[in-house]
């Protein structure tokens, strides 16, 4: 609305320009107009506070059976209904028998349904096939969100996932895939996964090393717990690894590892919280989180809060909506206001700075 407002404002500086009329009468009206723009933007920051409440109750409620809370399919849906703390949320993905208690990850762009959290070692994922399949741990710390919770998410749609990592001297790396999914039990919750993008190297699919990829890849390998063992190994990679996982012959990354709480380790397997391409087998990871949102996730306009009228942020930041202007070649409301401002400053009218 105040953006409209704005547009509408810019279309009347740029008559202006065209008319070499003196700057008074225009001046007055501009200072009028700025008044209306300040009452939208002060309309405009009450809605916003107004949805901050909202999403505040939100958290409060989340441990409440409310009818509305499982309405959403996952976190995106969460986010998309003006809920935009991080914190826990229940959902319902389409084939769940029941709502499902999750953490929403709101940074990032919001929207994420994070699956697993490791930060400090206090949950055990030394954990059986059913604790696997069912979940476990705590949601405001360390959890497995649980295979069948994952499959559900991930057939519903296209689903990416993104993993960020953190090592004990504070660095964070991320890895990204397309099109994360995870199949039912009776296909012992087989994993597949498109394109990676991201700076903690490839690990999923075994590929920084050609020779490797046969045992390294975890693309297509069924999940293995210490008590159900579906790996490619002569021996039992969960046991040896003391964690659930896709382990093919074993792994080239492993987040449900044991937990060393100083990030050099050494032991007789490589058994700790291990994404190799990054910091290789040897070293376990401070951080890992892994979390979900539709391939085709979009952060909306209304979400952005640093709306302002300054001639630098006029235009809707993450899209370039096409404007009708006598600029042609203009894209973006913030070109429009480049242009604007460079045949001001020609003319010498730089009340367009005091306005805007
Ligand atoms: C944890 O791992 C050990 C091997 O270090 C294994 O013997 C034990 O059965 C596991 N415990 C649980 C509860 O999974
Ligand atoms: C681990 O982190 C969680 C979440 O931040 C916290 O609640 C818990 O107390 C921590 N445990 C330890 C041993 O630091
Ligand atoms: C997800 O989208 C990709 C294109 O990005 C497509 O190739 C793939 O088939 C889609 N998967 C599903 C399950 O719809
Ligand atoms: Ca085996």
Redesign the pocket.
Known sequence: MALLTALILLAACTQFVKASDGCGGELARLQQQEQLLKRQLQKQELLLRSLQLMTQQGNNDAGSDRVQDTQHADCSQVYSSGFKSSGLYRIRPSGSPSAVKVYCDMTEGGGWTVLQRRVNGTE?F???WTEYKDGFGDLNAEFWLGNDNLHFLTTQGNYSVKINLEDFDGHQRYAEYKNFQVANEKKHYRLSFGDYVGTAGDALTGSYQVPEVKWASHQGMKFST??QDNDNYRGNCA?ED?GGWWFNKCHSANLNGVYYPNGHYSASTDDGVVWYPWRGWWYSLKTSIMKLRPVDYKTRLVDDQSLSFSSSSLSPRRSSVPVATGWPDAKSGEDIAARLEEEMSERGCLFLETVL
Do not use: E
């Open positions: 055990a030394n954990r059986s210490y008590d046991q003391k």
